[in-house]
């Protein structure tokens, strides 16, 4: 049975109002859009942009770059690259790249919304593909590498869906190469390739190895380009630098020791939503003088179960000011509720729902352990990265709603809930901004600084951020040439693009840690020495002050030829 458009009339009916809902979801899209566009300047994003624009201007893979996201950047650098050629330098490369960032946004719910409106309607696809649109896990809009993450997966779930109901070779082989795109935004999701062979062998055996080529094709191309340009010795002691990040090198027991700190508060709360909404369903039938309990009852929990965690989740920002990452406690009731649901319904299901059903949970599943095997934030903050489960969820739940008529007598929860669910977005990705000024709860109706040049130009940052990246264009535009190499000893990346300068880092990441990796890193690339040193002012903790500082005195012959209220600049007289 294919996804066609075979809906019953009280579907029908719904798709009535169609055109008026997609006139607010897209005047609603635009707003957060163009907030999205403009406001907030954030040093994930700032590295993520770096990132690109090292490999564009030639830095190679492993043996200059030692970052652990490297593989991100190689999607971006080629339009990074013919910016500067066609602009000639790197003013507004923020805003272009968040524009592009945009239109992969795009692409990805017009995919969501052909292929799921045939069978669950256009009033639901549409309501969800919004959702796939709206969500990014950090509030950053240029294509880093937890955005790609997110896009290629739920490329790959949706080509391998519709490949798999149109029996399409095509399709199918697209969804691998969008399971390679996905590797090479977080190569740990190697593991999400191999779950989805694992997956496509056991359902569609005959399309398990169409599904893997492009991957294996992908990979034995960048693996002879690395080889052929540095060697295997080479790769393997460059590899060992990079694991070696001080900001990513925290053990795999160590983390795994903080998530599980984590997990009796969120149990806790997960209980305490289950108990409100079950006293919430028995308020109900007692108004509604109903007896007996019955399939009714069981699917009134779900919905007060998960609007219950919206409205907490609202009110956590907006009352409690918490930072935009937590508790995300939310995310992970509707991931449960789509779990319930499916299982409740799967009979009546589809098979094209389950093949929805697998490879988006299963992989998104797999996906969040992958995420969580390199990320260096904690268990909370990676909840919205099952947003894409989260999706086919509020399908599953229209679906259940749709299907059983005493439900339907319920349409007024449903329709809490979803307003609930929507305001509880809006606010998280329309409303807050992420910033790193004081590392807290910030808003679009705080004071902003507007960036004046370089790649952030015309953006609003939070004020000090902003502030601090002006002034340093003042001060290190007058002291440093153009192309000079560099060697910033800070978080804010953008002062990279100041001059065009080459960056003589072994990695410029967000939180990055300043350790013996420079020493090993000048011994193996003494072509990078720096000949200027920019420091700023209270960024390095007590030890890394100290080795910075009895490093440069024993390293290099310096003087200080500048600073202002956020940066020291040195030139180094023996580079």
């Known amino acids: 049975m294919h996804f066609a458009d075979k809906t019953e009339n009280g579907q029908n009916k719904r798709e009535y109002f169609f055109l008026p809902l997609l006139v607010l979801l897209l005047f609603t899209a635009v707003m957060v859009t163009l907030k999205r566009l403009f406001f907030g300047l954030d040093i994930d994003e700032q590295y993520a942009v770096i990132l690109a624009y090292r490999i564009a201007k030639g830095d190679m893979l492993l043996k200059e770059i030692w970052e652990p996201h490297q593989t991100s950047a190689l999607i971006m650098a080629l339009p ?49 593909s919004f959702l796939v649109f709206l969500v990014l896990p950090k509030l950053i809009l240029s294509p880093e590498f937890n955005n790609m993450q997110i896009w290629f997966f739920i490329i790959s779930v949706l080509f391998t869906v519709r490949g798999l109901d149109r029996e399409s070779k095509a399709d199918i082989a697209l969804a691998g190469v969008f399971l390679f795109l996905e590797i090479l935004a977080y190569p740990t999701c190697i593991l999400v390739y191999i ?33 052929l340009k540095l060697g295997i010795k080479d790769i393997l002691f460059y590899a060992s630098c990079v694991l070696d990040d001080g900001a990513h090198s925290e053990g795999v027991l160590a983390k795994l020791l903080g998530y599980i700190k984590e997990i009796p508060a969120l149990l ?79 009979k009546e299901l589809e098979k094209e729902y389950k093949y929805a059903f697998f490879f988006t949970y299963i992989g998104n599943v797999v996906a969040l352990l992958s995420i969580l095997m390199l990320t260096n934030l904690n268990l909370k903050a990676t909840f919205i990265h099952l947003i894409p489960a989260d999706a086919l969820a509020v399908i ?41 000024d004081e590392g807290r709860y910030k808003d679009v109706f705080l004071v902003r600084q507007k960036v004046l040049s370089g790649p952030g130009n015309k953006i609003y940052a939070a004020y000090m951020e902003g502030y601090e ?12 040439p153009e192309g000079a190499k560099v060697l910033y000893i800070g978080n804010n990346d953008f002062v990279y693009m100041i001059g065009d300068y080459e960056i003589a880092s072994p990695s410029v990441i967000s939180t990055p840690t300043f350790g013996e990796n420079l020493i090993k890193y000048y011994e193996v690339n003494p072509e990078k020495v720096p000949e200027y040193i920019v420091v700023k002012k209270g960024y390095l903790k007590e030890k890394e002050k100290e080795f910075v500082g009895d490093w440069m005195e024993s390293s290099f012959e310096t003087e200080e030829i500048g600073e202002n209220e956020f940066a020291l600049v040195y030139r180094v007289l023996n580079s």
Request: hydrophobic letters at 60%; charged letters at 15%.
């Open 268 to 346: 806790l709360h997960l209980l305490a939503f289950a108990a409100l909404a079950a006293l919430a369903c028995a308020l109900v039938k007692l108004i509604l003088k109903e007896k007996g309990i019955g399939k009714r009852d069981f699917y009134r929990v779900i919905t007060f179960f998960n609007t219950i965690a919206f409205v907490h989740q609202i009110v956590s920002w907006l009352v409690f000011k918490t930072f935009i990452f937590y508790p995300q406690y939310a995310y992970v009731t509707l991931f449960i509720s789509g779990i319930v649901v499916f299982i409740g319904e799967r």
């Open 80 to 128: 990074v690259w013919i910016f500067i050629i066609v602009t000639g330098g790197t003013t507004y490369l923020g805003l272009f790249l968040r524009l592009i960032g945009v239109a992969i946004q795009t692409l990805t719910a017009t995919l969501w919304f052909s292929v799921f409106k045939g069978k669950c309607g256009k009033v639901v696809a549409l309501s969800t």
């Open 469 to 480: 990246l002006n002034e340093d264009e003042v001060l290190l535009s007058s002291l440093v």
């Open 396 to 436: 599953l739940i229209c679906e259940m709603y749709r299907r059983d008529e005493n439900l339907s007598k319920d349409r007024a929860h449903a329709v809490i809930f979803v307003f609930a669910f929507i305001a509880m977005l809006f606010v998280n990705q329309g409303v807050l901004v992420r910033t790193s």
């Open 195 to 227: 779950c989805f062979i694992i997956l496509m062998f056991v359902l569609k055996r005959k399309y398990a190895l169409i599904l893997a080529l492009p991957s294996l094709i992908g990979g034995i191309l960048l693996g002879l380009f690395l080889a």
